[in-house]
């Protein structure tokens, strides 16, 4: 069974910082890409950063690059993700997410059609 957990959402000010976790069942971990999404109130699901954990390489939106950071634990099968100077337009339900799609370039896309396995979500609220 496919499970994909998160952690570490929470309230915080703007300029603050907050770590997720998404640990991974460890065959889903393992040499695919999983993703860090995110979705608004009334907003579409939006990609945030991705990472393929059989070598490391990492991916982010335009918005939050320079800000967050996407990292790998592979003995632990959990994903990071690292977000700094939080702006209030960073509120939302986040989700991890693996892909279903061996096709390299789905990382780099973050499109939510080739990820099929989702997390329950954290939420994320960054007050002015």
């Known amino acids: 069974q496919v499970q994909l957990v998160e952690s570490g959402g929470g309230s915080v000010q703007a300029g603050g910082s907050l770590r997720l976790s998404c640990t991974v069942s460890?065959?889903?971990?393992?040499?695919?890409?999983i993703g860090w999404f995110r979705q608004a109130p009334g907003k579409e699901r939006e990609g945030v950063s991705a990472?393929?954990?059989?070598?490391?390489?990492?991916y982010y939106a335009d918005s939050v690059k320079e800000r967050f950071t996407i990292s790998q634990d592979n003995a632990k099968n959990t994903v990071y993700l690292q977000m700094s100077s939080l702006k209030p337009e960073d509120t939302a339900m986040y989700y991890c997410?693996?892909?279903?799609?061996?096709?390299?370039?789905?990382?780099?896309?973050?499109?939510?059609?080739?990820?099929?396995?989702w997390g329950q979500g954290t939420q994320v609220t960054v007050s002015s």
């Open positions: 990472i393929y954990t059989g070598g490391g390489s990492a």
């Open positions: 997410a693996a892909a279903i799609t061996s096709w390299g370039g789905a990382c780099a896309r973050m499109a939510s059609r080739d990820f099929g396995y």
């Open positions: 460890a065959y889903t971990y393992r040499g695919n890409c």
